[in-house]
């Protein structure tokens, strides 16, 4: 069973002014084939989740902007260390869906103070390593959050260092929506605000930091304790006689 949600009315976007829209913000930033890919994750299983409102915002965007997107559906991801080596489908395939990706998007409520347990199950659940391949390192990262009140930065704040800690490249802008119980039609639909404008802004650049990054995604996680690790020499190692001299 797959656990990508289907993204509702993916062409429509009443809250967007069509005239201030690049359809490809990173033209002239590198190459555009193939679409850059991203997955996003929300931090609530509500049936009216802000979170993955704001989120399925942001696919919309995102795939007005030519991007491939992945929305990932938690509802049944277990706690980890609950299941021996997590054995569990749903595991299986949220660490498939980071490998695929080239940029990730990442949307938590605020909930005292902290993003919610959902959201750091989710980023628990995708190791540094496995079996060689690194699901997270090199990604690029937007972040996002949602509140129940007034404006906060405390979840935004700790998924930047979370994706420090992934080894991921978390871009410079961020979204926080303020009662965002006021921000969502009763469709579903964001309204129109300086909140959603924000969206737009971080969405594009996302996709232009993710473009950026596209030629030298092997060179961004190329480390000298893992090629130590893996027994793995360079072509042409440093001569320290050289160094020595310079």
Not at 47 to 67: N, T
Not at 69 to 76: G, K, L, M, Q, V
Not at 179 to 193: I, L, Q, T, V, W
Request: some cysteine.
């Amino acid at each position: 069973m797959s656990r990508l949600r289907t993204l509702p009315d993916p062409d429509h976007f009443p809250a967007l002014r069509p005239e201030y829209v690049h359809r490809l913000p990173a033209l002239g930033l590198g190459e555009l084939d193939p679409p850059p890919r991203i997955l996003l994750l929300y931090g609530s299983l509500r049936d009216r989740s802000f979170s993955r409102l704001a989120v399925e915002e942001a696919a919309r965007l995102l795939q007005l902007f030519s991007c491939e997107t992945r929305i990932f559906d938690p509802s049944d991801l277990p706690p980890p260390d609950l299941i021996a080596y997590d054995d569990h489908p749903a595991v299986h395939e949220l660490r498939e869906h980071s490998i695929w990706s080239e940029g990730q998007v990442w949307c938590s409520p605020e909930r005292h103070g902290q993003i919610t347990g959902i959201m750091k199950a989710q980023i628990d659940h995708l190791p540094l390593a496995m079996k060689g391949v690194r699901p997270t390192q090199g990604r690029t990262l937007a972040v996002m959050q949602v509140n129940a009140g007034s404006q906060s930065f405390n979840s935004v704040n700790n998924l930047r260092i979370l994706g420090r800690w992934m080894r991921m490249v978390t871009i410079p802008n961020q979204s926080s929506v303020a009662k965002a119980y006021d921000e969502f039609d009763g469709n579903g639909r964001m309204k129109p605000s300086s909140y959603y404008d924000r969206i737009v802004d971080v969405m594009e650049e996302l996709v232009r930091f993710t473009v950026l990054l596209r030629p030298h995604a092997v060179q961004m996680v190329d480390r000298y304790s893992e090629r130590k690790d893996r027994n793995e020499p360079v072509d042409t190692p440093v001569e320290f006689a050289k160094l020595a001299r310079s």
